[in-house]
């Protein structure tokens, strides 16, 4: 694995971290960021998804 492909993986992974973090106070930020994929599918979550499994 190239050392790119490591980096990005390693930012999304304490991006993701960080997401879990902040579930803990009363306001649920993943459930949020989930809702908002789901309804408006942005094309930058679908290119995160293609990099993802490219990278591989």
Do not use: C, T
């Not at 997401?19 to 803990?24: E, S, V």
């Not at 306001?27 to 490219?54: C, E, G, N, T």
Request: glycine letters at 0%; proline letters at 5%.
């Amino acid at each position: 694995m190239s050392s790119r492909n490591y980096f990005w993986k390693l930012k999304w992974l304490l991006a993701l971290l960080l997401m879990m973090l902040l579930d803990f106070s009363p306001f649920p930020v993943s459930s949020l960021v989930l809702l908002y994929i789901f309804f408006f599918k942005p094309l930058w979550f679908k290119a995160v998804i293609d990099r993802l499994y490219a990278a591989e």
